[in-house]
């Protein structure tokens, strides 16, 4: 086993900040359209959760998820995507969205504030006659840890 050190990545921090209307663009009039919100943001097989925004479709989450950059990551995507969650049923999928990491991490590296923040629309499952129906905002604010040099 002579394994050599995994050298220390960069992290990217997302803060999800919260969302403003986000419901199921498909419930029937008259329903509240959201239950609980909650996110499911991934970068490559890494998918971490936030917890329930409240019984809202202007959730509050203020919880932030680090994800490692390694070189894997480097041409791939973040997908947000928000979920709610039903008392007696599983979870119901509303609405997601992509962005590429690099325009994330660029935008960062060129800000000189050290979080970013992002306004991002979300859209549902396609309807086959109608395309995707726009399903909330989420907002959320990005920052960049890199790895100490060696000696600090």
Not at 91 to 118: H, W, Y
Request: charged share 25%.
């Amino acid at each position: 086993g002579g394994e050599k050190p995994k050298a220390p990545a960069t992290t990217l921090v997302v803060l999800l900040v919260g969302g403003e209307g986000v419901r199921d663009p498909y419930s029937i009039p008259g329903d509240p359209g959201v239950r609980e919100p909650f996110v499911v943001a991934a970068v490559g097989d890494e998918r971490q959760r936030t917890r329930c925004g409240g019984f809202t479709d202007n959730p509050t989450w203020g919880q932030a998820l680090r994800f490692e950059l390694n070189p894997r990551a480097a041409g791939s995507v973040i997908r947000f995507a928000v979920f709610d969650k039903h008392v007696a049923s599983a979870e119901n999928f509303m609405g997601d969205v992509e962005i590429a990491l690099s325009d994330i991490v660029r935008a960062v590296r060129a800000s000189a504030a050290p979080q970013v923040p992002f306004r991002i629309q979300l859209f549902s499952r396609p309807d086959p006659f109608i395309g995707p129906k726009k399903c909330g905002v989420l907002t959320i604010s990005v920052s960049i840890e890199d790895p100490k040099p060696v000696g600090e």
